[in-house]
């Protein structure tokens, strides 16, 4: 983009800015602020749409921080949405790893 893009197409001007929300709630991830994270997750979510890392990364978070809060069922969906919608991310792998975990941890309380 070249910066006569922006005075003729106002919409561009903020391209991109939907992963400020990203970066933001892995910082609150980073910080304990697993509330917060999982808030400002879903607006980047809402907001960006397309199946690719960006969109991975955020599932990923979400997932870890609903499973910080407890909320190992929450996470479940975050972990399989990001698997069944972008299989091939690098967030993928460790998505079936966290889903592992939590399946041995429930194998554990039913014993």
Request: net charge negative.
């Amino acid at each position: 983009m070249n910066p006569g893009d922006i005075e003729q197409d106002q919409a561009k001007r903020f391209d991109g800015h939907d992963e400020v929300y990203l970066d933001i709630g892995i910082l609150y991830y980073k910080k304990n602020n697993y509330r917060l994270a999982i808030d400002t997750l879903d607006q980047f979510l809402v907001k960006h749409m397309p199946r690719d890392d960006k969109r991975a990364e955020g599932l990923y978070y979400k997932g870890k921080s609903h499973l910080q809060l407890g909320q190992s069922e929450k996470a479940v969906k975050n972990y399989m949405e990001l698997l069944e919608s972008m299989p091939d991310s690098i967030y993928a792998s460790a998505a079936r790893s966290e889903l592992e975990e939590i399946e041995w941890r429930k194998s554990l309380n039913s014993q």
